[in-house]
């Protein structure tokens, strides 16, 4: 059964950090890796989609990268905004589409 | 990128009454999508699997006849919580998958039942 889970669960910084979120998965026969963000009350916005065949994707400030033998997946994130405040999360699909989501990561970034 | 549109975005209604909520497509053509529900600080739970013409697919514990999932086109499902109470209260998101198997999320939609 795949599992999915993120860290850190939390993490506070000052705007200007650049940030490494992360994403691990027990099963490593996925297709595909995406990542999202959510602002509260919000729906899920996607950021970035990682094919198994490529090993990373960039989209202006983000960058994510993918490890499918290892089992993970990194967000950087460079020089964040308070903006960026946010809870991340990254899933992979199983069984037809469906998507399994970490557990993952709520983003403060305070001025 | 893609756009999934869900609507209500809040909608507040009786115990014992249905509700009925609605996720487009807007600029592409979806023969799968998924409603989701999610409870405060939680991550989504799957509910169900909406196919284009057939009849959705539930995930285990759901009650199939308490959320009526209709997908009648390639750019429109309907989530119906029937005689809805309280404890029905919660965060209902859908996704749609484009051909790439991307998938794009809408705007959730909060019921609160009283």
């Known amino acids: 059964k795949q599992e999915v889970t993120q860290i850190p669960a939390a993490l506070s910084v000052p705007e200007g950090e650049n940030l490494v979120l992360n994403c691990s998965f027990t099963?490593?026969?996925?297709?595909?890796l995406q990542w999202f963000r959510q602002d509260p009350g919000k729906g899920l916005t996607s950021l970035l989609l990682?094919?198994?065949?490529?090993r990373e994707q960039t989209s202006g400030r983000l960058n994510a990268s993918l490890d499918k033998s290892s089992g993970r997946s990194t967000l950087y994130i460079a020089a964040s905004q308070p903006g960026d405040s946010a809870t991340y999360l990254c899933a992979v699909p199983y069984n037809t589409d469906k998507l399994i989501f970490g557990t993952g990561t709520r983003l403060q970034v305070f001025p | 990128g893609a756009v999934v549109s869900q609507h209500p975005s809040w909608v507040i209604c009786k115990s014992g009454t249905s509700v009925k909520i609605e996720c487009r497509s807007l600029d592409f053509q979806a023969t799968t999508m998924f409603w989701y529900r999610q409870f405060p600080k939680q991550s989504l739970m799957l509910m169900a699997t909406s196919n284009e013409g057939s009849k959705a697919t539930y995930e285990q514990g759901v009650e199939k006849d308490k959320f009526l999932i209709n997908h009648a086109s390639l750019t429109l499902s309907t989530l119906t919580v029937t005689s809805a109470h309280p404890e029905d209260s919660s965060f209902y998101i859908c996704?749609?998958?484009?051909?790439?198997?991307?998938?794009?999320f809408g705007q959730g939609t909060r019921l609160t039942v009283v």
């Open positions: 099963d490593s026969a996925i297709y595909n």
């Open positions: 990682i094919q198994s065949s490529q």
């Open positions: 996704s749609a998958l484009t051909v790439t198997t991307e998938a794009f």
